[in-house]
């Protein structure tokens, strides 16, 4: 169905491109805009518009929906020309990873800017995203509710409403705490089974279907035993969100001892050149001292 709704996506990247793909399959206009063009230019065949600059995406749109790496990237990529071109009642969905001071500065900046903002960070990886099934952690100005709805129910499943901006990326940094400290003790179980002679696949079929067989440690646990990681989330990008997470923790004086060790894992794995595949290579530096 038609619809003259126009969401500027700024970052075609794993998750946005996927999110624009969904946004016009929903009928919307979109233009996309990404660093690397050649990562947009497949979203002009789904109907999107291609544009040369963040701003050029911007004019004139009814969202600005930034799927960017980090907060450093979203306001260098979109400043106040960016901002100030939007419709006059435009809102910005900022839907990537940005921590609690990430997403207060990027508030600040629209606030300046006389742009209505929404912290929308999602839960759910690249399939998810694929197939319109992310959770979107939705916070921001009641009065904009109504009108976002349609763009998140676009992406995803489900949205939770959690009151002024700034909740959902709170919820978020505890929900990444979670994922990435499980990765972490799925990867040292995996090489810990190995140095034990236990067959790691053993391990991963006897807790399958019961409470502690988590459909995500069996997809994540499968690829480490398999050694191939392709790319839903880079662990480049999970450790950044293990930093944030211990910088939202430092900031209150709690020190979190397993995160801060699984974070160093990951600078490990990234040292060995392994920060493009999947944050489950965070395995390779748990193997690393199997030899
Ligand atoms: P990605 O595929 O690595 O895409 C990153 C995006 O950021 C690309 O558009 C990239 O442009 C751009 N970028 C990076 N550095 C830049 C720079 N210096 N200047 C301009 N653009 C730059 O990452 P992703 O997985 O889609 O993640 C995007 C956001 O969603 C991140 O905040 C991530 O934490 C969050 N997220 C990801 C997942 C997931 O499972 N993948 C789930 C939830 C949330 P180029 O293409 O030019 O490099």
């Known amino acids: 169905m038609a619809d003259d709704t126009t969401v ?3 970052g075609t990247g794993i998750m946005g491109s996927a999110m624009a793909r969904n946004l016009l399959s929903a009928g919307m206009q979109v233009r996309v805009w990404n660093r690397s063009r050649e990562k ?3 979203l002009a065949q789904d109907g999107a518009e291609v ?3 963040p701003t050029d995406a911007a004019r004139g749109a009814d969202f600005l929906l930034t799927m960017l790496a980090d907060a450093d990237v979203i306001e260098e990529a979109a400043g106040d020309d960016v901002l100030s071109t939007l419709a006059e009642d435009g809102v910005w969905l900022q839907m990537s990873t940005v921590g609690e001071s990430g997403s207060e500065r990027l508030e600040e900046i629209a606030a300046e800017n006389g742009v209505i903002y929404v912290d929308a960070p999602v839960l ?4 998810p995203a694929e197939q319109g099934q992310l ?3 939705a916070s921001g100005p009641e009065e904009v509710r109504e009108r976002c709805q349609p763009v998140f129910d676009a992406l995803g499943s489900k949205t939770v409403w959690l009151g002024e901006a700034g909740e959902g990326s709170r919820l978020k940094l505890v929900l990444n705490n979670w994922i990435v400290g499980l990765l972490g003790v799925l990867a040292e179980t995996v090489a810990f089974a190995r140095a034990m002679g236990v067959d790691p696949a053993k391990f991963l079929e006897t807790i399958e279907g019961g409470p502690l067989g988590l459909p995500y ?3 994540k646990g499968h690829m480490m035993i398999e050694e191939d990681f392709p790319t839903s989330f880079s662990a480049r990008l999970a450790r950044k969100d293990a930093g944030l997470v211990l910088d939202a923790a430092e900031a209150r004086d709690l020190r979190m001892r397993i995160s801060e060790a699984v974070a160093a894992r990951f600078d490990e794995a990234i040292e060995a050149g392994h920060g493009e ?3 489950a290579a965070v395995y390779r530096a748990a193997g690393m001292d199997l030899t």
């Open 135 to 137: 959770v979107v952690l």
């Open 124 to 127: 759910g990886t690249k399939q």
């Open 217 to 219: 440690a069996q997809l």
């Open 40 to 42: 947009a230019e497949p």
């Open 51 to 53: 544009a040369d600059t």
């Open 8 to 10: 500027a996506v700024l």
């Open 277 to 279: 595949e999947d944050m």
